[in-house]
């Protein structure tokens, strides 16, 4: 991904970004990061054992995750405006002994937010999500009115404040075949999500639903609406990664400072070859600067 002109600081190795870019005939010549100094620039933190593309180390997960903890840190403390990371192998972390299930709730914790949305972009979509992730038998388990409520206010709010829609219009699906089928599949719908919709609703909140998730991604419904609100990982996002895998975005929603980051994992298996795909991570960052209003 090219950075030249575009008001960035990458985190990480020097060493690692400066022979990645010397594989494809490269060179990133970049200054030292200094508050207040030229863009785009490197903030080095030093890996803690050589790293082999497309073979992950346990023993450079503590340094994975101290890039995360800099980068947030900094945004904290205003030095940076945005924070947009990279996917990382979250197995390998835990490997480590690191409790980590993914970003969004690791920086949640880190941040004392009780509770984020894990909003996703592209495609023409925005599909954020009730649990994040979660075993599909924990789904229903972890869907109650208090959470649902406040998710999707969070949601709302997200859409007011990061993407300047004064009025969000949210559908928000079933958990169950159907949409439990009067609950003749599941009773999520009569007891938790429908009175939580209701209630938004009479106070002012433009909510659809509970609708079925195998029928609400179709163009009469989604022309009508700012976003959709899935019960579960696997529901919403199958759809959204089919329209728009490549260039997909990940925004958390929630958090006191502005994060995205590509809509995709590792691709090991593609690490090192040069034929990885960047779009995502190019429209992350562009989402990111964007809400900032530093997009060049």
Request: charged letters at 20%; glycine letters at 12%; one cysteine or more.
């Amino acid at each position: 991904m090219a950075v030249e002109g575009l008001p960035i600081v990458l985190v990480g190795d020097r060493g690692l970004f400066e022979s990645r870019a010397a594989c494809f005939g490269l060179t990133l010549d970049l200054p030292d990061w200094r508050e207040g100094g030229p863009t785009p620039a490197i903030l080095h933190l030093p890996m803690a054992a050589r790293c082999i593309a497309g073979v992950p180390d346990p023993t450079n997960a503590p340094w994975v995750v101290s890039l995360i903890d800099c980068a947030l840190d900094g945004c904290v403390r205003g030095e940076f405006s945005a924070l947009t990371t990279g996917p990382v192998q979250k197995s390998v972390i835990a490997q480590a002994g690191i409790p980590f299930s993914g970003h969004t709730e690791y920086l949640a914790g880190r941040l004392g937010v009780r509770r984020v949305v894990m909003l996703l972009v592209g495609g023409g979509l925005r599909v954020a999500l009730a649990t994040t992730h979660l075993p599909l038998r924990a789904v229903a388990d972890a869907i109650n009115q208090d959470a649902l409520e406040q998710t999707l206010r969070i949601l709302a709010r997200g859409l007011r404040e990061r993407f300047g829609i004064p009025a969000p219009r949210i559908l928000v699906a079933g958990v169950n075949p159907h949409a439990g089928e009067s609950g003749h599949l599941g009773r999520e719908e009569i007891e938790v999500i429908a009175p939580v919709v209701e209630r938004l609703r009479s106070q002012g909140m433009q909510l659809e639903g509970p609708l079925p998730a195998d029928t609400l991604f179709q163009q009469r419904y989604l022309e009508r609406a700012d976003a959709v609100l899935a019960m579960y990982h696997d529901q919403g996002l199958p759809v959204l990664k089919h329209a728009s895998f490549g260039a997909g975005v990940n925004v958390t929603l929630g958090l006191p400072v502005i994060r995205t980051s590509p809509d995709h994992g590792t691709a090991l298996d593609l690490a090192g070859t040069g034929r990885a795909d960047a779009g995502s991570l190019r429209a992350a960052v562009s989402m990111a600067l964007g809400m900032t209003d530093l997009a060049p």
